[in-house]
């Protein structure tokens, strides 16, 4: 006989709601309140395009929406919230606004706050290599506040990159070709609405990296994003790394840093990458190793009017404490499932559980019996630890459609 575990019943609209909605399981109210503002353009009569992006108070990234006309509105749940606007024109227009922050505090009521967009500033210039433009060249210029803005050159090498905060300013340049490389070209300091004009001159010989990437347990890293750094210039490359493997051409010479992104159950990760010292010309061959998984929920849905039946097939959703759906999975013939992904320590999340129709729990002759959903919380998970929550009791539905047998 199985033992019971603390299973906390909730209407079917309700959590069907829940699920649809994404929203914190254990809130039915929504809180959010309304921010809205107008979007002032200096010099132009009528605003571009514009995105706005909102984060917490710490600029953990929440979410993006479209801010046009003039004007933006958003709903946000009681907190505070850095909200930052975006010009959407190209990135090569020299007119183009600066991206512009300003902070907003959600309680109770409704919020009205206005912005008005600088004016970036804009770094023009030419890109050659062997006294030849450099066509079609990547160029990303780069803050000391680690910001970065990027454009594509012309076929005669020339390149603008407008919209830029006021800051000081070095380029990274990418030959599309991956024949040439250099450190970057340090600009200085450039204000709001100022342009200013600079020649990019690479003059090394590039070389290439194969990355070889395992995780700790001697399995081959899922695939993510990778970006390799140069220890001896700061600039970077990124790839996607698939079966294990990541490639990129068109490198600095010397030793690189890798920062892995992430993938499957497996957690990013930054470090060296180890051998692979980049030569010019030639291919440089190196390792790097994933240290950490995520944390994984295991244990099994059954029957809560007869425990010791399973419930086959019942689908089940782990969400965070702020209501976000975080991994999933369907439970085996058993009864059994394990609920993993790229989770970190925390507390206060939430399973739910929705059973699959005729599939598990007590059934007489052809008549299954029913069940409602369920929720089972809360729960803790320890970054790289299994956290067994036994068993989760599926209560059985006292809906008219019920069979006798199993009303409880």
Not at 121 to 128: M, R, S
Not at 146 to 162: I, L, M, R
Not at 216 to 243: L, Y
Not at 307 to 314: K, N, T
Request: proline share 5%; net charge positive; aromatic share 8%.
């Amino acid at each position: 006989m199985r033992s019971p575990a603390r299973v906390l019943v909730a209407l079917a609209v309700v959590l069907v709601t829940a699920l649809a909605g994404l929203a914190a399981p254990a809130q039915a109210t929504d809180t959010r309140q309304l921010v809205y503002g107008a979007i002032k353009c200096p010099k132009l009569s009528k605003c571009p395009g514009m995105k706005v992006l909102w984060f917490d108070k710490n600029w953990n990234y929440l979410g993006t929406a479209r801010a046009n006309g003039g004007g933006y509105s958003l709903r946000l749940a009681p907190g505070g919230y850095h909200l930052q606007f975006v010009d959407q024109r190209p990135a090569y227009d020299t007119s183009k606004y600066a991206p512009t922050d300003i902070a907003v505090t959600v309680g109770r009521h409704t919020v009205s706050k206005s912005v008005t967009m600088k004016p970036g500033a804009a770094i023009t210039g030419l890109a050659q290599a062997g006294g030849k433009p450099l066509r079609n060249a990547r160029i990303v210029a780069a803050n000391k506040s680690e910001q970065s803005f990027a454009t594509t050159a012309n076929k005669k090498g020339q390149f603008a990159v407008g919209g830029l905060p006021a800051g000081q300013y070095c380029l990274f340049t990418y030959d599309k070709a991956k024949k040439h490389v250099g450190k970057c070209t340090w600009v200085g300091g450039v204000n709001f609405g100022q342009v200013k004009d600079s020649r990019v001159t690479l003059t090394k010989t590039a070389g290439n990296l194969t990355v070889f990437l395992k995780t700790r347990d001697g399995g081959r890293a899922p695939a993510s994003t990778v970006t390799v750094t140069s220890r001896t210039t700061g600039q970077w490359w990124s790839t996607k790394a698939r079966d294990g493997k990541a490639v990129l051409r068109g490198l600095y010479p010397g030793r690189y840093n890798l920062k892995y992104d992430g993938g499957g159950i497996w957690l990013g990760a930054t470090g060296v990458v180890h051998g692979g010292s980049v030569r010019p010309q030639r291919m440089a061959f190196g390792d790097f190793t994933v240290p950490k998984r995520g944390a994984w929920v295991t244990g099994a849905v059954v029957d809560g009017g007869a425990p010791s039946y399973p419930m086959a097939d019942a689908q089940l959703r782990l969400f965070d404490a702020a209501g976000r759906l975080v991994a999933s999975a369907t439970s085996d013939s058993d009864g059994n499932f394990r609920l993993q992904g790229q989770l970190t320590t925390q507390d206060g999340m939430t399973i739910l559980v929705d059973p699959k129709a005729n599939s598990g729990g007590w059934m007489q002759g052809a008549m299954w019996c029913k069940f409602d959903e369920g929720t089972f919380e809360p729960v803790s998970v320890t970054t790289g630890v299994e956290t067994y929550v036994g068993d989760i009791q599926l209560p059985r539905s006292t809906g008219s459609d019920q069979t006798a047998e199993c009303r409880p």
